[in-house]
T-cell receptor, first 114, second 113 residues
Framework: GAGVSQSPSNKVTEKGKDVELRCDPI?????LYWYRQSLGQGLEFLIY????????KSGLPSDRFSAERTGGSVSTLTIQRTQQEDSAVYLC????????????FGDGTRLSIL | AQSVTQLGSHVSVSEGALVLLRCNYSSSVPPYLFWYVQYPNQGLQLLLK??????LVKGINGFEAEFKKSETSFHLTKPSAHMSDAAEYFCAVSYTGGFKTIFGAGTRLFVKA
């Protein structure tokens, strides 16, 4: 497709389980961002990838969160031992530029932890 | 450290009235500033951006924003609201050469007929 694609669109899981969220950026975009949007709050920066450079992980809230980007394209955000406070919409965005701002957002994955 | 404050989580205007959504930023270095819009059931999209060129920035759908350094503000305006403008609007800041874009909490705009 032409846009940023995220899967699954919805995920419900039990507390303590691991989850993987996937992001397919726009083809050719070198920059990829993950954000988290909790109910009634703004977007919280999680991690940023730019080409082959080391990612900026400064927004990851705990060591239960990790992300990788294989081949400079698809990215996976993994949350281990999920907690109820992890419930949120996880947004992925990509950009063709080398810095500044995310341009194109996916529709997000709504994660609910029971 | 950079931060963004959006005044008013909800703003309601009548169709045809002026839209004013407020955003104040905090940045120790020259900022890049952005407005994003999220229409119902759609993803976020970039509305406009300021990157140290003209202080008055024009975006899509008739929106514009003015960078005022003295007031550390980047308010979003539109002269005449349309029903289709009903959405959530996010102000965001990053800094020259940086990649971490910080978002405000968002302002939901309601447009009354």
């Amino acid at each position: 497709g032409a846009g940023v694609s995220q899967s699954p669109s919805n995920k419900v899981t039990e507390k303590g389980k691991d989850v993987e969220l996937r992001c397919d950026p726009i083809s050719g975009h070198t920059a990829l961002y993950w954000y988290r949007q909790s109910l009634g709050q703004g977007l919280e920066f999680l991690i940023y990838f730019q080409g082959n450079s080391a990612p900026d992980k400064s927004g990851l809230p705990s060591d239960r969160f990790s992300a990788e980007r294989t081949g400079g394209s698809v990215s996976t955000l993994t949350i281990q031992r999920t907690q109820q406070e992890d419930s949120a919409v996880y947004l992925c965005a990509s950009s063709g530029g080398t810095g500044g701002q995310p341009q194109h957002f996916g529709d997000g994955t709504r994660l609910s932890i029971l | 450290a950079q931060s963004v404050t959006q005044l008013g989580s909800h703003v309601s205007v009548s169709e045809g009235a002026l839209v004013l959504l407020r955003c104040n930023y905090s940045s120790s270095v020259p900022p890049y500033l952005f407005w994003y819009v999220q229409y119902p059931n759609q993803g976020l999209q970039l509305l406009l951006k300021y990157t140290s060129a003209a202080t008055l920035v024009k975006g899509i759908n008739g929106f514009e924003a003015e960078f005022k350094k003295s007031e550390t503000s980047f308010h979003l305006t539109k002269p005449s609201a349309h029903m289709s403008d009903a959405a959530e609007y996010f102000c965001a800041v990053s800094y020259t050469g940086g990649f971490k874009t910080i978002f405000g909490a968002g302002t939901r705009l309601f447009v009354k007929a």
